[in-house]
């Protein structure tokens, strides 16, 4: 199971046989976002996210965050 959105997104294109090209243009986004995405830029809109990933039946949407214990 991929672990970042960066993952899944190219996980879920390849799955669909869809190249960057084609995921960008059935997303309505540009394919430097799409490559963007895909490389795990920190920083993209959230609104361009949430195209892509409709067209695989999902949305951002919060999860709890895994806090490892603070040093002494």
Do not use: I, W
């Not at 243009?25 to 830029?41: M, N, S, T």
């Amino acid at each position: 199971m991929p672990h970042t959105l960066a993952e899944f997104v190219k996980q879920r294109r390849r799955l669909l046989q869809l190249s960057q090209p084609d995921l960008a243009a059935k997303a309505g986004v540009g394919l430097r976002f799409v490559r963007e995405l895909e490389q795990g830029k920190a920083t993209l809109r959230l609104d361009k996210v949430n195209a892509v990933l409709q067209l695989f039946g999902h949305e951002v949407g919060p999860v709890p965050v895994s806090r490892s214990p603070e040093p002494e």
